[in-house]
């Protein structure tokens, strides 16, 4: 049977924590009627992610269709740069699922999938026009958020259940006042560091 899956990254420009890559698999006979009014992540509530999310869960183990969320660590992102650290963990979502080269890939913005995927599409501003794209999205935002909402409990100080790692006011001047915690992204926070302290 042939396959579509749709791709798309959560977590680009935060100043710590990961960047995350979800994958969504459907049958390419798959009616997207049963997901009516599917967005984009970023056009939803969280509370409307959480519910997405929980159906696309449904809907896997009615064995309707598989996904995958895969990370790579700040770590990664400062050791590699941001753009290597999404194809990273994109080529581990597409191993989860155990993608072949023939499924056919829609992916957002600027992201590629591995050359030997020759029936791969990208889309600018996919993840509003291919309901597949929007799904991928909703799950890389959710896992990412509850891992960021984990690490908060970690990392008190930070308040990563609040801004999930984004460079907020309330961010910034945290990193001025106690430095880096380990799930920073050092190359991402330079010059925060070197700013004077309110």
């Excluded at 100080?157 to 915690?181: M, N, P």
Aim: aromatic share 8%; net charge positive.
């Amino acid at each position: 049977m042939r396959y579509l899956i749709g791709i798309d990254e959560a977590g680009r420009g935060p100043l710590a924590g990961p960047v995350a890559v979800g994958a969504v698999m459907v049958p390419q006979d798959f009616s997207f009627n049963i997901l009516t009014g599917i967005r984009d992540s970023k056009q939803l509530t969280m509370l409307q992610r959480e519910e997405w999310y929980e159906r696309l869960r449904a809907l896997r183990r009615e064995g309707a269709l598989n996904f995958a969320v895969a990370f790579s660590s700040a770590a990664t992102i400062d050791r590699h740069g941001i753009v290597p650290s999404i194809y990273r963990a994109l080529c581990r979502a597409l191993e989860k699922l155990e993608a072949t080269d023939v499924c056919e890939i829609r992916l957002d913005g600027g992201l590629r999938a591995p050359g030997r995927f020759n029936l791969q599409k990208t889309i600018i501003r996919g993840d509003e026009s291919e309901p597949v794209i929007s799904l991928a999205s909703i799950a890389a935002k959710v896992m990412r958020d509850r891992l960021m909402v984990r690490l908060a409990s970690r990392f008190p100080a930070y308040a990563f259940d609040s801004h999930k790692g984004y460079g907020t006011t309330q961010h910034r001047e945290t990193i001025a006042q106690f430095g880096l915690s380990e799930v920073h992204r050092a190359s991402f926070c330079s010059r925060i560091l070197l700013e004077p302290s309110p």
